[in-house]
C-alpha cells in the first residue's frame, strides 16, 4: 500500500534522505524511528506530495505521489507533527471546513464529522474554538481531520510528541482502534513503537538501517546477551573496566534509581564467560558486586547498536 523506492531528496548541497526503500503492506501498521535529523520527517513530507523527491518514486497503492498528487492525496489522511488549526473556529466547524475540502457533499460531510468527533473523544470541545485547546485536544483535532473522508492510509508525524504521560495513553488508546488500516507513524518512542506497531523501519543521517516486522527485529539482537549489574565503586571507573574485558560490545551506565550502588548494561555475544569476569574485575577494583543478572536484549539496544548512542 505504501512504497517508496530509492528517494533521495536534497535541500541545495544537504542531501536530507539518501536512497531509502521500504514497504508497508495493506492493513499493516508500521513505525519510522530515528534520531533527529534522521530524515522522518521528510519522507512523510514526500509521501504525502508535500515536496518531491530529488529522484525514485514515492507510491500509495499503485499511484505515483509525484506524478499524480492529487489522486494520492485523496488516499491519505495526514497528521503533520504540528498541527495547524485555525483559532477562530470551533473544533465542529474546523472539521467541517476540512470536510468541505476533501469535497464531501453535505449530509455525507455531516455524518463524517459527527463520526471522527466520537471517535477522537471531542465530545467536550465539539464547540470550543481551536485556539483555547490544550495540545492533547489539539492533537485529537488532528487526528480526526486525518480521518475524514476514511483515507485508506494514514500518515502521522510523531502522534505523541509533547503530550503529557495521560495525554499520550489516551493518544495511543485512539491509534490502537485504528487496527485495519494502513499506518505509517514515526515516533521517538521505542515501546511506543514496539506495542502499536507490527513494522519498524529505522533511519540514521538520512539511511535506512533497518527494516523488519518486530518480532524479526528482536531476533538479530539473539546473538547478544545482556548482563544487567550492579556494582557499589566509581561508576566511570567501573564503566571502563567492564568495557575493557573481553567479549563485551557495548556497556551502558543506568541511572540513579534509590537503591545502592550504579546499574550497568553490558552486552555481550557470550554473556556466561563475561558474568564470570565481570564478577573477577569488580574484585580486582577492589569495589562490590551487589547484583548480576542475565536478561534478554530489547529494541532500544538494537535501535542504539544501529544508529549510535551519540545521535
Known sequence: MIRCEQLPKCYGSVRAIDGVSFTVEAGEVAALLGPNGAGKSTVMRLLTGYVSPTAGRALVGEIDVAEQPVTARRQIGYLPEQVSLYPELTVRRYLAFVGEVKGLPGRLRRDAVAQVIERCGLGEVVDRHSGK????????????????????????????????????????????????????????????????????????????????????????????????????????????????????????????????????????????????????AVVAGGWTLLEIQVSPPTLEDLFVHLVGSGN
Not at 193 to 213: K, N, Q, Y
Not at 215 to 222: M, N, P, Q, S, T
Open 133 to 280: 485547546l490544550s495540545k492533547g485536544y489539539r492533537q485529537r483535532v488532528g487526528l480526526a481531520q486525518a480521518l475524514l473522508g476514511d483515507p485508506a492510509v494514514l500518515v502521522l508525524d510523531e502522534p505523541t510528541v509533547g503530550l503529557d504521560p495521560v495525554q499520550a495513553v489516551e493518544m495511543r488508546a485512539l491509534l490502537r482502534a485504528l487496527a485495519g488500516r494502513t499506518v505509517l507513524l514515526s515516533t521517538h518512542n521505542l515501546a511506543e513503537a514496539s506495542g502499536l506497531c507490527s513494522r519498524i523501519i529505522i533511519l540514521s543521517h538520512g539511511r535506512l538501517v533497518a527494516e523488519d516486522t518486530a518480532a524479526a527485529l528482536g531476533r538479530r539482537l539473539e546473538v547478544a546477551g545482556r548482563l544487567v549489574a550492579r556494582v557499589d565503586g566509581p561508576a566511570e571507573a567501573v564503566a571502563q573496566a567492564l568495557a575493557a574485558l573481553p567479549g563485551v560490545l557495548r556497556v551502558e551506565r543506568g541511572h540513579a534509581d534509590g537503591q545502592a550502588g550504579v546499574p550497568f548494561v553490558v552486552l555481550a555475544p557470550d554473556p556466561e564467560p563475561v558474568q564470570r569476569r565481570l564478577a573477577a
